[in-house]
Every structure is written in structure tokens, then in C-alpha cells.
């Protein structure tokens, strides 16, 4: 297990390859279970909080978002002590009040992806956890403080962020049926990284930048790749100016909050502790060690 270098995880989204402001910076390469994570991460302090920060899509934007690997990205996280991860992820917006350049914090998800692994436990280890509510709400309401007291752009609370496969960009048709079922934003990237943040018990939010409208809004410019570099561009300064402020009101230990995220593995696992062998409590003891 790594030397812990963070308490709080941030996870950089389209044009967020960087985190500006830290000081007492390295770089280290977790090595885990699950293979070798998306780029190296980048420790260091911001303020008084131990940071890590890791670019999703590694740094020049190489890896798709089908193929980013995510079990080795949150294991690595969990290895170097972190307990809160903030993610910043590209959306397009699927109703007329959400525009283009507004921030989000979205409460719920749903899942429309196909190809990608959605759990640490496998090969005889079988774990349940909860995902009722899939985002740390205390997470949540830190960064929605954090948004409310800054200005210069809109921001919103709440909504069902649907995060289909990609990396193509949704039909007409599709996006149509996500607006008749109540949706509220689209992404690529949130799913799986939630269900193994769960798993790793670490408390994890997003800050949804909003880029586009999709494409149900007639109006509105075909979506492009340009268009949303442009403007995810334009809102990745305020997501940073967000990650700042919540660093500096994280609370001392996880204990003066009561989220469940922490114990989240306490009653997941049904598998026979007998049957678990010596290879696979190797394998899982980061996660798994202090219920074994």
C-alpha cells in the first residue's frame, strides 16, 4: 500500500488536465490489481488539504471515454489515502433551463452503459453495496455551498445525469427519449467511476459543466467537439475556484459527518469468509481488509 499523499481526490474531465495552486508537488504511479491508472497522479498540498489530482483522459486526451480504467484510477486514489473524491465532467444538457456554461451538481444517475467494468469484486468475491443515492450528498452540499458563494456563472442543484457509452454522441432519437423520461443531463464518465467510489468507501460528487444542448434542441448548434472544448474551456476556471474552496472547508476526519460512504462495504460482502482465499484477500485487502 502507498505512503497516504491526499485526503481529497480530484478527477479532471475534458480540458481539465491540471491542477493549478498546489504546493509540495510529485508525481507517483500506483501500481494495483486492475492495471496501471490513467496517468500518473499529481500530489501535493492545497492550502493545508493533501491533494491528488489525476486527468481522466490522460493528459493530452488519449484515453476514450470507453476505455478509461476506472478500477485502476479509484484503487489508486484509495491506495494514497484519499477519502473524497470530486469529479469534473463535460454534459450536455437535456432541459432549457440548464444552458450552456451553467455548473451542476446532479443527484442521481442513471445508466445506459454497455462496456466497461462496473465492480472491483469478481473471481469469488461478491459484494452488495447501496447506491440508492449514488453521490456523497455531504460532498454535494459542500460543493453547492462553494458554488453559492461565487459568482460569475449559474449554477443548479440537482438532476439525473444519464451517462451512456460514448464516445459517439447521442442520436436524435435517443436524446429525445432521455428528455420524455425525465433526464437531465448526459455524460460519458460518471458510471462506474460512483459505483467503485462506493466500493472503495470514498464519498464522491460531480461538478457537471455544462457544454451544449444535446441534440433535441433545434435551435441550438449541432454538437461538436469544438463546442465543447470551448466551453468546458470557458467553466474548468470556476471548477477549479470550486475545488479550492471546498479543499479549504473539508472537515478534519470523516467522522463529523454521518454520509454512511465510509461503511459502506460494512454489510455488502455475502460470500462465505471461509471461501475467500489467500490470493483474493491479497487482492482485496485495501478494500476489504478491516470486515476480513
Same mark, same amino acid.
Given at each position: 500500500?502507498?505512503? &497516504?499523499?491526499?485526503?481529497?481526490? /480530484?478527477?479532471? =474531465?475534458?480540458g481539465l488536465?491540471?491542477?493549478?495552486?498546489?504546493?509540495?508537488?510529485?508525481?507517483?504511479? &500506483?501500481?494495483?490489481?486492475?492495471?496501471?491508472? +490513467?496517468?500518473?497522479?499529481?500530489?501535493?498540498?492545497?492550502?493545508?488539504? &493533501? /491533494?491528488?489530482?489525476?486527468?481522466?483522459?490522460?493528459?493530452?486526451?488519449?484515453?476514450?471515454?470507453?476505455?478509461?480504467?476506472?478500477?485502476?484510477?479509484i484503487y489508486?486514489?484509495?491506495?494514497?489515502?484519499v477519502e473524497?473524491?470530486?469529479?469534473?465532467?463535460?454534459?450536455?444538457?437535456?432541459?432549457?433551463?440548464?444552458?450552456?456554461?451553467?455548473?451542476?451538481?446532479?443527484?442521481?444517475?442513471?445508466?445506459?452503459?454497455?462496456?466497461?467494468?462496473?465492480?472491483?469484486?469478481?473471481?469469488?468475491?461478491?459484494?452488495? /453495496?447501496?447506491?440508492?443515492? &449514488?453521490?456523497?450528498?455531504?460532498?454535494?452540499?459542500?460543493?453547492?455551498?462553494?458554488?453559492?458563494?461565487? =459568482?460569475?456563472?449559474?449554477?443548479?442543484?440537482?438532476?439525473?445525469?444519464?451517462?451512456? %457509452?460514448?464516445?459517439?454522441? +447521442?442520436?436524435?432519437?435517443?436524446?429525445?427519449?432521455?428528455?420524455?423520461?425525465?433526464?437531465?443531463?448526459?455524460?460519458?464518465?460518471?458510471?462506474?467511476?460512483?459505483?467503485?467510489?462506493?466500493?472503495?468507501?470514498?464519498?464522491?460528487?460531480?461538478?457537471?459543466?455544462?457544454?451544449?444542448?444535446?441534440?433535441?434542441?433545434?435551435?441550438?448548434?449541432?454538437?461538436?467537439?469544438?463546442?465543447?472544448?470551448?466551453?468546458?474551456?470557458?467553466?474548468?476556471?470556476?471548477?477549479?475556484?470550486?475545488?479550492?474552496? /471546498?479543499?479549504?472547508?473539508?472537515?478534519?476526519?470523516?467522522? %463529523?459527518?454521518?454520509?454512511?460512504?465510509?461503511?459502506?462495504?460494512?454489510?455488502?460482502?455475502?460470500?462465505?469468509?471461509?471461501?475467500?482465499?489467500?490470493?483474493?484477500?491479497?487482492?482485496?485487502?485495501?478494500?476489504?481488509?478491516?470486515?476480513?
Amino acid at each position: 500500500m502507498e505512503t &497516504p499523499r491526499g485526503r481529497l481526490g /480530484v478527477i479532471g =474531465g475534458s480540458g481539465l488536465y491540471a491542477m493549478e495552486g498546489l504546493t509540495d508537488i510529485a508525481e507517483v504511479m &500506483p501500481q494495483t490489481p486492475f492495471g496501471a491508472p +490513467s496517468d500518473a497522479i499529481v500530489t501535493g498540498m492545497l492550502g493545508e488539504q &493533501p /491533494v491528488a489530482f489525476l486527468p481522466r483522459h490522460r493528459r493530452g486526451h488519449r484515453i476514450s471515454p470507453t476505455e478509461v480504467p476506472s478500477r485502476a484510477n479509484i484503487y489508486a486514489f484509495k491506495s494514497l489515502g484519499v477519502e473524497w473524491i470530486i469529479s469534473v465532467s463535460a454534459v450536455g444538457s437535456l432541459r432549457e433551463d440548464y444552458a450552456p456554461l451553467d455548473l451542476v451538481v446532479p443527484d442521481q444517475i442513471f445508466d445506459r452503459t454497455r462496456s466497461r467494468a462496473n465492480s472491483f469484486f469478481e473471481d469469488g468475491v461478491v459484494a452488495h /453495496v447501496s447506491f440508492a443515492d &449514488p453521490f456523497c450528498p455531504h460532498l454535494s452540499d459542500q460543493l453547492w455551498a462553494a458554488m453559492g458563494a461565487r =459568482g460569475g456563472f449559474r449554477a443548479h442543484r440537482g438532476g439525473v445525469y444519464v451517462c451512456m %457509452e460514448g464516445p459517439q454522441f +447521442s442520436t436524435k432519437a435517443e436524446s429525445n427519449t432521455y428528455r420524455k423520461l425525465g433526464f437531465d443531463l448526459i455524460g460519458m464518465t460518471s458510471l462506474p467511476e460512483a459505483k467503485l467510489a462506493r466500493e472503495a468507501e470514498i464519498c464522491y460528487a460531480t461538478i457537471a459543466c455544462v457544454t451544449d444542448y444535446d441534440v433535441w434542441h433545434e435551435s441550438a448548434e449541432t454538437v461538436t467537439v469544438e463546442m465543447v472544448v470551448a466551453n468546458l474551456t470557458r467553466n474548468v476556471e470556476n471548477a477549479k475556484r470550486i475545488i479550492r474552496a /471546498v479543499a479549504s472547508e473539508m472537515p478534519a476526519t470523516r467522522a %463529523e459527518q454521518s454520509c454512511g460512504c465510509e461503511q459502506a462495504l460494512e454489510n455488502a460482502v455475502l460470500t462465505d469468509r471461509s471461501q475467500i482465499t489467500a490470493p483474493l484477500r491479497a487482492k482485496y485487502g485495501l478494500l476489504l481488509g478491516k470486515y476480513l
